[in-house]
């Protein structure tokens, strides 16, 4: 199991291929965003606030509002979701996991314009997102329906998971794969010092 440790303060901010890391690299190229034009194109911007953005929202089940009166942050979106969780953690938990797929659908959507020239209508990435989330419920809240041979391993007796010191957030990811099949499956989770639960990723062979 590998473990990474990264700021809540610079969520992924130079990490994903947006204007605004275009430019803190200097790198020479159009910073506006692709689809609305907006002179500074932030991760904010793309995942939450670009006008393409909040129709996936506001058509989704969640129907969240997206905007944000002072910031166009990621990380001020995350600390938005704490009074969800500390109301009704079951519940936040359900949605939260939704929001991480309309997230990467809403991100996969805005690679296809840029190098497919592809166009995807709001409601193709919410049906999309849906799909892929209840597929993934599907996974997490059932047994396997089926047994596999794996190779045996020693693991140690006991696990525990420390949390990472304020104001980091913590990666943990693991990956297995069937010898006989040659298929595999990747599973990422992040979570704060309190184990507060951001976002979770899990890719299965079909």
Request: with cysteine.
């Amino acid at each position: 199991m590998k473990l990474h440790t990264i700021r809540i303060a610079n969520p992924l901010l130079y990490g994903i291929a947006v204007g605004e890391g275009f430019i803190a690299r200097k790198i020479p190229i159009n910073p506006a965003c692709f689809r609305c034009g907006e002179s500074l194109e932030t991760i904010g911007h793309t995942l939450l606030t670009c006008p393409f953005a909040r129709a996936v929202w506001f058509g989704s089940s969640l129907s969240q509002l997206t905007s944000m009166p002072t910031s166009n942050k990621i990380s001020d979106w995350l600390q938005c979701w704490n009074p969800i969780f500390s109301s009704d953690k079951k519940l936040a938990q359900a949605r939260f996991s939704l929001a991480s797929f309309l997230l990467w659908f809403i991100w996969k959507a805005h690679n296809d314009l840029i190098f497919n020239n592809k166009q995807w209508s709001p409601q193709q990435v919410i049906s999309m997102a849906e799909k892929a989330h209840q597929e993934f419920s599907s996974v997490v809240c059932k047994p396997p329906s089926v047994s596999v041979e794996v190779e045996e391993r020693n693991f140690p007796s006991s696990l525990s998971w420390t949390p990472p010191n304020e104001p980091f957030l913590k990666i943990n990811c693991d990956a297995a794969w069937v010898k006989n099949s040659g298929k595999g499956g990747l599973g990422i989770i992040i979570r704060d010092n309190r184990g507060f639960l951001y976002m979770l990723f899990l890719q299965v062979p079909p």
